[in-house]
């Protein structure tokens, strides 16, 4: 069983940085894979990033390569996300998500435990 809770969301300006955090409780955390997702109003829940077991691997979507980057600490057991650059499209509620899928899936369904989500507000 794993429990994660977000934070670091927030309102900024466009061009602005926010640095969000997952901190997760559980013993077999570190056998995760996370991942960042966000789901903005109206629309479906999208992947955003994400991260292996070791932390080595890395995926991005298209819309935040450049801006945003995923990192994970086995030992604090956190996962952050440090999103630069930040434009009005990027407002959303962010979650994190983790699960064991060796490939870093896109697919939401993949992740079997998920945090409550974080607000994201950029504007402009």
């Known amino acids: 069983q794993v429990q994660l809770v977000e934070s670091g969301g927030g309102l900024v300006q466009v061009g602005g940085s926010l640095r969000l955090s997952c901190a997760a409780s559980?013993?077999?955390?570190?056998?995760?894979?996370v991942g960042w997702f966000r789901q903005a109003p109206g629309k479906e829940r999208e992947f955003v990033a994400g991260?292996?077991?070791?932390?080595?691997?890395?995926r991005y979507a298209d819309s935040v390569k450049g801006r945003f980057t995923i990192s994970r600490d086995n030992i604090k057991n956190t996962v952050a996300l440090q999103m630069n650059s930040l434009r009005p499209e990027d407002t959303a509620v962010y979650y994190c998500?983790?699960?064991?899928?060796?490939?870093?899936?896109?697919?939401?369904?993949?992740?079997?435990?998920w945090g409550q989500g974080t607000q994201v507000t950029v504007s402009s």
């Open positions: 998500a983790a699960g064991r899928t060796l490939t870093l899936s896109t697919e939401s369904k993949l992740y079997d435990y």
């Open positions: 559980g013993r077999t955390f570190s056998t995760f894979a």
């Open positions: 991260v292996s077991t070791s932390g080595i691997g890395k």
